[in-house]
């Protein structure tokens, strides 16, 4: 998994945005962005060892997963990937969004 | 000369004798490149007076600047890209080294990426063609900073093919954008119909999936109107290809739709 490599991301976000000992960090996961959230935890914590943020607390916001269907041509908001299009039912959706992976702010003290 | 890392000028040789830190050196033979191993890189603090700090930041910016220095590189060069992503042994070097054969008269360049060994770029220098093998060590993908620097040691020439074989693997290579022209997923018709369905996000990430093997259909029980069908349920607008690297069934439309794609750059470069 790639838990690790976004990690190292973040790490090198925090590191360019503060020198202060931060305490939260929140991330704004999209529905659809293939990001398992246990493995990121995990990886969070060793990867901030030894980082200003080494100890702060992950928080998640999740962010609703949109399709386009391809048979009714409407923008809709589906659960999961798999998911019918709930206006037509038909199985052909293109995610529109849904992916995103975006650190949103630090708490810092 | 990385114009995003800075990191200075990634000659073949030389290279392993300063210190790094970005954490990859180059092996002496062929340029190949290592990646995995040195210390953790170092960034520069900013300072900020507030208890909160708005970020609104993507965890993959740092991938994305160096993706899209490769993709401006490559576009002042006229070059097409492909990153080839799939799961190990689908055929990915195999159809590879039979689509160089068939683009004999168009200038190409390879970058093989593997966790271990430069087999596959050996594979690809036995026919001939330019390439260079990126190891990435425990890494599950290829990034934007690891094609750039081996884009430097590759010399394209103008207008020409870039195929980047990523390292097998059908989760991990669809978040990373390498600055190519589009992903093709390669799926071997042994692997299963259902495959689009479980690992979705690779094939809706892709233009085209290559149904690969088909030379071996007959003897597996396949479907493969259903694999067509499962690729469309997760990405309606892909193209679809059935090819044999094994017997060159298919290839034709495929050496096809590569050109097709490569004259639509140069003609949208055109109209810029
Ligand atoms: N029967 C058959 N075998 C193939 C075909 N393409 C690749 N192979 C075999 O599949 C195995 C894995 O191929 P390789 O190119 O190394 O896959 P990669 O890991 O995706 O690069 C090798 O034994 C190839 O000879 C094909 O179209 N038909
Ligand atoms: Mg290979
Ligand atoms: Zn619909």
């Known amino acids: 998994m790639h838990e690790m490599s976004l990690c190292e991301g973040i790490r090198s976000v925090i590191e360019g945005a503060t020198d202060r000992k931060v305490t939260r960090v929140r991330l704004e996961i999209g529905r659809f962005a293939g990001v398992e959230k246990n493995a990121l935890e995990f990886a969070f914590d060793v990867v901030m060892r030894g980082s200003v943020a080494e100890g702060a607390d992950l928080v998640f916001i999740d962010l609703p997963g949109h399709a386009l269907c391809y048979d009714c041509v409407k923008e809709v908001e589906i659960m999961n990937r798999l998911d019918p299009c709930p206006t037509c039912g038909g199985g052909r959706l293109m995610p529109q969004g849904g992916d995103e992976m975006r650190i949103k702010d630090l708490e810092v003290i | 000369m990385c114009t995003v890392c800075g990191c200075g000028d990634a000659k073949l040789e030389g290279h392993q004798h300063h210190h790094h830190d970005h954490g990859y050196h180059h092996h002496p033979h062929h340029g190949d490149i290592h990646f995995g191993h040195g210390p ?94 990126v190891n990435t060590g425990k890494g599950c993908h290829l990034d934007g900073h690891m094609v750039g620097h081996a884009m430097e040691h590759l010399d394209l020439a103008h207008g020409s093919f870039l195929f980047i074989e990523n390292v097998g693997n059908l989760v991990c290579p669809a978040a990373f954008d390498l600055g190519e022209d589009c992903k093709i997923a390669i799926l071997s018709v042994t692997e299963g119909e259902d495959k689009p369905l479980k690992y979705p996000d690779m094939f809706t990430a892709a233009r085209l999936a290559i149904l690969n093997k088909v030379d071996l259909a007959p003897y597996c029980d396949v479907d493969l109107d259903l694999y067509e069908t499962n690729l469309r349920r997760v990405n309606p607008a892909i193209d679809i290809l059935r090819v044999s690297a094994r017997t060159g069934e298919g290839m034709a439309a495929w050496i096809s739709w590569l050109n097709a794609r490569r004259a639509e750059k140069i003609l949208q470069r055109a109209a810029e």
Do not use: W
């Open chain 2, 40 to 133: 953790a890189g170092v960034a520069v603090p900013g300072m900020s007076q507030e208890r909160l700090i708005e970020i609104e930041t993507d965890i993959l910016a740092k991938n994305d600047r160096y993706a899209l220095e490769n993709r401006k590189r490559l576009a002042s060069l006229g070059a097409f890209a492909v990153n080839l992503v799939s799961s190990p042994g689908s055929g990915k070097t195999t159809l590879l080294c039979k689509t160089i054969e068939h683009l004999a008269q168009t200038p190409l360049a390879v970058i093989e990426g593997d966790q271990q060994t430069a087999n596959d770029a050996d594979r690809i220098r036995a026919t001939g063609a330019p390439a260079i093998q």
